[in-house]
């Protein structure tokens, strides 16, 4: 009788501490890197471009790769639904936050609050402006400011020895973005003071392509004409396109047209001569995100900024046709 009584005794501490662990699994003490999933809570602006597309896929896709418990959201274009996101991902104690901010102002609160709770956040795509950096624990993303330069770059190579004026107008992407900003900015100082240079027309197609065409429609009916078109995506520059065609034009050839992501739709029109230059922005970032929550997760240091490495094709490529498929 003793014996049956000792081991139904053994069996009931054997199911308690099985339901402990169920419930509190934190209280073996496992952290991430020490078996338990390390899981990252991503907030994604929306789905407005190829770009975007592309680089939603690269993220979802790195997750698995490396083993990551993903919580995706898509905040579909509106600031205050990447901000729920964020505060959902803070209740649920996930080890660390990323997001590509839509805008960069607005994000104080919500980020004291993810600091508070102790989250590490990264910045994807797209930066923020907080009075406090350490608010941020680091971006990985382009150098927007570079992407701009080099459009400027190719536009002076384009134009050497031509007198001015150089009539440009400037499609540019969702306003107070980090790309909007930088891209004008950047291309803008490279053109410095050289008088043959006028930017004629500026307005912002909030990166989509439906908007470039209206933009587009914009600029030929709000100028007596213009050189260059700087577009800062390529969603834009093909819905401005489409609208140039249908009027007779000639993209490439009646005007230079600079655009900026390197979407596969891009490659295409500038190997046939109806895009002159493509400054690449690498929507590929899931890899380098993956590994910056891995070590923020193990409570290691990782750089503030890390920089994506991009390029610039152009009608000047000897190789041009030979331009690698791009993924999205
Ligand atoms: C740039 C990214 C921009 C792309 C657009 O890193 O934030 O947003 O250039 C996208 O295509 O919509």
Redesign the pocket.
């Given at each position: 009788m003793k014996m049956k009584k000792a081991l139904l005794m053994m069996l009931l501490l054997a199911l308690a501490a099985g339901i402990l662990f169920l419930y509190f699994p934190q209280t073996t003490g496992t952290q991430p890197g020490n078996g338990r999933q390390v899981i990252l809570g991503f907030a994604q602006?929306?789905s407005?471009?190829?770009?975007?597309i592309g680089?939603t896929r690269s993220v979802i896709q790195a997750a698995e790769k490396s083993g990551i418990q993903l919580m995706y959201k898509n905040a579909e274009q509106k600031q205050e639904n990447q901000i729920k996101a964020i505060r959902s991902f803070i209740a649920y104690q996930v080890d660390v936050i990323a997001f590509?901010p839509i805008v960069e102002d607005g994000w104080e609160n919500v980020l004291m609050e993810a600091r508070d709770a102790g989250i590490p956040v990264i910045c994807s795509?797209?930066s923020v402006n907080v009075p406090d950096e350490s608010l941020v624990t680091c971006f990985v993303?382009?150098d927007?400011y570079a992407e701009g330069r080099r459009a400027a770059e190719y536009l002076i190579r384009k134009t050497q020895g031509q007198d001015g004026p150089v009539r440009i107008a400037e499609m540019s992407?969702?306003l107070d973005?980090?790309?909007m900003r930088y891209?004008a900015l950047g291309f803008r100082e490279t053109l410095g003071d050289d008088p043959r240079f006028r930017i004629v027309f500026s307005q912002s197609g909030d990166?989509?392509r439906s908007r470039g065409r209206e933009v587009m429609e914009n600029i030929l009916s709000g100028t007596d004409g213009i050189d260059v078109l700087y577009s800062?995506?390529?969603?834009?520059t093909l819905g401005a396109i489409e609208l140039l065609e249908e009027r007779g034009l000639r993209p490439g050839k009646d005007i230079i047209i600079i655009t900026?992501?390197g979407?596969q739709g891009a490659i295409d029109l500038l190997k046939q001569g109806k895009i002159n230059c493509v400054v690449e922005?690498t929507?590929m970032l899931g890899d380098m995100i993956m590994s910056l929550a891995k070590k923020l997760a193990r409570g290691e240091e990782v750089p503030k900024v890390t920089y994506s490495q991009e390029t610039v094709f152009s009608d000047f490529d000897p190789g041009l046709q030979s331009i690698p498929a791009r993924g999205y």
């Open positions: 602006l929306g407005e471009s190829g770009w975007r680089n590509a795509d797209r993303g382009s927007f992407g969702t973005s980090t790309p891209r990166f989509l800062h995506n390529d969603a834009m900026v992501d979407e922005c929507p």
